[in-house]
């Protein structure tokens, strides 16, 4: 987006490549993306896992060096879409609540539960990748939340047989699964299958399952996705009604309702080409308490 090319974000490079030289930053369907001066050799690339490969004179992309920032150093701000930024608002975080957010990494919707509840809520922060927990690691203590939550590496389909202290005994999960990112953006290509759709549908609503048995009676869950497809949104909403799940009408103002009519007015959607963000859904269900009945 304009940003500075991080060494994690390089895919290959060529052998020849020397620090100094100029080059340019290329997708993989061959369009350049950027041009700019190489800050490694091409060597340091397969032993250094952090820094900046390329710095970027020229992009496609107009947008400041955000990350570079002297306000982002210190703390003052979380680079977030405005779609994700209304999930934190859509839990709505309290003071002691205990909160899952089942996949955590990077940390912004996490980050924003635990600003929004003043750092008083207890929040359980998980992602399945060690590297990924150490990002979220980071980006917590940049923000400056040490001490206001709990991180673990865990696979949080199993999370119910791994964490037997946290079954029935949950007030709010946040499921923001891996999906197809189809309402990522910008992007200059994308490359999708219909069965990557389903695999990742399938995939996704094992974290749903979970979440029930985590959930206290009465308890909340909010599920989200940077995606379009029904099939990782809406039906996956009913998959969740099927084990016992109520949906609860959500209103976000500027938002579109959900693509099937059973859901036109309790679910949010946003769209690139409608609302000028990414494409974005959010849901909110709870598991019934019975003892209310």
């Given at each position: 987006m304009g940003a500075n090319l991080y060494i994690p974000g390089?895919?290959?490079?060529?052998?020849?490549?020397?620090?100094?030289?100029?080059?340019?930053?290329?997708?993989?369907?061959?369009?350049?993306?950027?041009?700019?001066?190489?800050?490694?050799?091409?060597?340091?690339?397969?032993?250094?896992?952090?820094?900046i490969a390329v710095k970027t004179l020229v992009s496609v992309y107009e947008m400041p060096k955000v990350r570079e920032m002297r306000e982002y150093e210190q703390g003052l701000f979380y680079d977030q879409s405005l779609p994700a930024q209304w999930v934190g608002r859509v839990i709505d975080p309290r003071p002691n609540e205990v909160i899952v957010d089942m996949n955590a990494a990077p940390g912004g919707k996490t980050s924003h539960i635990i600003q929004l509840s003043e750092g008083k809520a207890v929040v359980h922060a998980f992602d399945r990748s060690e590297g990924k927990v150490r990002e979220l690691i980071e980006v917590l203590s940049r923000l400056g939340m040490d001490g206001l939550y709990r991180v673990e590496v865990r696979d949080t389909r199993y999370l119910d047989v791994d964490r037997p202290d946290l079954v029935n005994s949950v007030d709010k999960v946040l499921i923001d699964p891996p999906c197809t990112d189809m309402g990522v953006r910008p992007r200059l290509f994308d490359v999708k299958t219909m069965d990557l759709v389903i695999s990742m549908s399938n995939y996704q609503r094992q974290f749903i399952k979970v979440a029930w048995k985590l959930l206290k009676p009465g308890g909340v869950l909010v599920y989200s996705t940077c995606t379009i497809p029904?099939?990782?949104?809406?039906?996956?909403?009913?998959?969740?009604?099927?084990?016992?799940?109520?949906?609860?009408?959500i209103s976000v103002p500027n938002a579109s309702g959900g693509l099937i009519s059973?859901?036109?007015?309790?679910?949010?959607?946003?769209?690139?080409?409608?609302?000028?963000?990414?494409?974005?859904?959010i849901a909110k269900l709870r598991k019934p308490d019975q003892r209310r009945q």
């Open positions: 390089v895919v290959r490079m060529d052998e020849e490549v020397r620090k100094g030289d100029e080059v340019n930053v290329i997708a993989p369907n061959g369009e350049v993306m950027a041009f700019g001066i190489s800050e490694v050799d091409s060597d340091e690339i397969r032993s250094t896992r952090r820094g029904p099939l990782e949104n809406e039906d996956n909403i009913a998959y969740a009604e099927s084990l016992g799940f109520e949906v609860v009408n059973k859901y036109r007015d309790s679910v949010v959607r946003f769209y690139p080409h409608i609302h000028d963000t990414p494409g974005f859904f």
